[in-house]
């Protein structure tokens, strides 16, 4: 058996090709890759996600070894595949007589500790380096804001793009406008119709069954015969350009807006690809603001800046919030909120059209864009009160681009308000009005968006009222929300009492919904 001197561990979501390490070919390098029990079952997954990690982490041990690498990879079922990092290296250091361990730092707090302590207790020399993805380090946003009174995403992302130089001419942005935001809200016109995004068709079967076979919990639906999504980096680059062709020039319009028929309206679907590091958020904000400059006279300014928005700016925020406020963020309960999630968040059977659309989308696709995800099964998450424990179990298993620095942040820091307004200024609740302004879905419900008590009352109505009466305490004296405690003060008691007892009977058969 051939000795090694290094082994370097690549993890499923640094699936990064360009990365420096892979610049020479050293034969003393031995690379290794794990499928895993410890990372299938900490979360109830979406077999879409389980079998996308699978494939695109064997796609890539399979390129490494093309392009003449040293790799040793551990399916799921292999016999000798102890199904935890630590167990796993210790065999293989002693296995191939290794002498030093590297790996590239992990995006999960939970990989980022185990995997220190693995070196802490090694007999052997251990060194971590960059995953090389990101447009900031991990605490470049602590370092920014630390000294301030509050974080702000907005100064993060001027900061952001004059860093990087992105749409900006003589360090002012490109037309004098930072944020195009406010014209990022409409709602699909009746009879248009969206462009069917691109979808591949893998023939992943054999994956699938491994899974079953391993006795893996999922939930959600998949057609292994023909998975649709991106599972290497050539496709990902495919799925870049579709967007920016097909689907660009009406992005920002509608990326608030949610329909029936549209599951990923014109959204890129680039998050699982970028995630797991096949293509990289400064790739893709190069080639998006490339086309449009090119292409100035079909794309208005507002659908590039609200894209770029999303990822130099929310995405690597997230991403600067989550290593800033680990480990205490994962415990942060604002509201004491314990509420069981709903069983239909699990299958899609509730009366509620939005919320039935949403979340058979989910377990249809993997996949919601951020206004189904925030405004419509976050949002009843949080005004039912749902201990959000249970709603990141739910986010982080449900998604295909679901990892904790990402997800946690967006769920219970922006969407549950758990962490008590460091996300967010205010909590991202509405009633059905918001919803009905920004879909069709109202119209063929079983609950009447305009009604507020009485039979077939929208839940969103009462239940909105009833959780600013329940956190008044709270939220009583947030500048932003102010007005509407102006609105509650000064409706009548009888309406008032109206609008509670039709909250406590929907939160009191929340399952019938």
Not at 503 to 513: C, G, R
Request: proline share 3%; aromatic share 14%; charged share 25%.
């Amino acid at each position: 058996m051939q000795p090694f001197n290094t082994l370097r561990l690549i993890l499923g979501d640094q699936l990064n090709a360009s990365h420096s390490w892979y610049k020479t070919k050293d034969e003393s390098v031995l690379y290794v890759m794990m499928e895993l029990r410890s990372e299938t079952d900490y979360a109830t997954h979406h077999i879409q996600k389980v079998i996308g990690f699978f494939a695109a982490m064997r796609g890539f041990a399979d390129a490494l070894i093309k392009a003449g690498h040293q790799v040793t990879y551990l399916k799921i079922n292999d016999a000798n595949n102890r199904q935890t990092f630590t167990e796993n290296l210790n065999v293989l250091i002693e296995q191939y007589q290794i002498e030093s361990f590297e790996y590239q730092l992990p995006d999960e707090w939970r990989l980022d500790e185990e995997l220190s302590r693995f070196c802490t207790n090694a007999v052997l020399e251990t060194s971590a380096v960059d995953s090389e993805h990101f447009y900031t380090s991990r605490f470049e946003l602590k370092q920014q804001f630390e000294d301030k009174k509050q974080i702000v995403m907005e100064s993060f992302y001027r900061a952001m793009r004059k860093k990087h130089d992105v749409m900006m001419v003589a360090a002012k942005p490109i037309t004098g406008k930072w944020n195009y935001d406010a014209q990022n809200r409409k709602k699909l016109p009746k009879n248009h119709e969206v462009i069917e995004p691109l979808l591949f068709k893998h023939d992943l079967s054999e994956i699938e069954q491994e899974i079953k076979a391993a006795g893996i919990k999922t939930i959600g639906n998949a057609d292994s015969t023909a998975f649709s999504w991106p599972i290497n980096r050539q496709e990902s680059r495919q799925i870049l350009q579709f967007f920016l062709k097909e689907c660009l020039p009406q992005f920002g319009d509608f990326q608030d807006a949610m329909h029936r028929e549209y599951w990923s309206m014109y959204h890129a679907r680039l998050s699982f690809s970028m995630n797991l590091k096949m293509i990289s958020p400064k790739e893709v904000v190069d080639a998006a603001v490339q086309h449009w400059l090119a292409h100035q006279d079909e794309i208005h300014i507002s659908q590039i800046e609200g894209f770029v928005r999303q990822i130099l700016g929310w995405r690597e925020y997230m991403r600067g919030l989550y290593w800033w406020k680990m480990p205490a963020f994962k415990s942060m309960n604002f509201f004491e909120n314990k509420e069981k999630l709903p069983d239909w968040y699990w299958t899609g059977n509730t009366k509620m059209e939005c919320l039935k659309t949403a979340i058979n989308h989910s377990l249809d696709y993997s996949y919601a864009h951020h206004i189904h995800r925030l405004m419509v099964t976050g949002n009843f998450a949080l005004l039912a009160g749902v201990d959000p424990d249970q709603v990141d179990a739910w986010y982080l298993g449900i998604y295909i681009d679901a990892i904790e620095w990402v997800e946690i942040t967006n769920t219970r820091g922006m969407s549950q308000f758990a962490d008590g307004g460091i996300t967010a200024t205010k909590p991202y609740v509405s009633s059905a009005a918001y919803i009905q302004k920004m879909s069709h879905y109202c119209e063929n419900c079983h609950y009447d968006y305009k009604k507020k008590t009485g039979e077939n009352a929208c839940p969103f109505n009462s239940l909105y009222w009833n959780f600013y009466d329940r956190n008044r305490a709270l939220l009583g004296k947030n500048p932003r929300i102010g007005m509407m405690y102006n609105i509650w003060d000064k409706m009548d008691t009888e309406i008032k009492k109206e609008y509670l007892l039709q909250a406590e009977k929907y939160l009191s058969e929340v399952n019938y919904i």
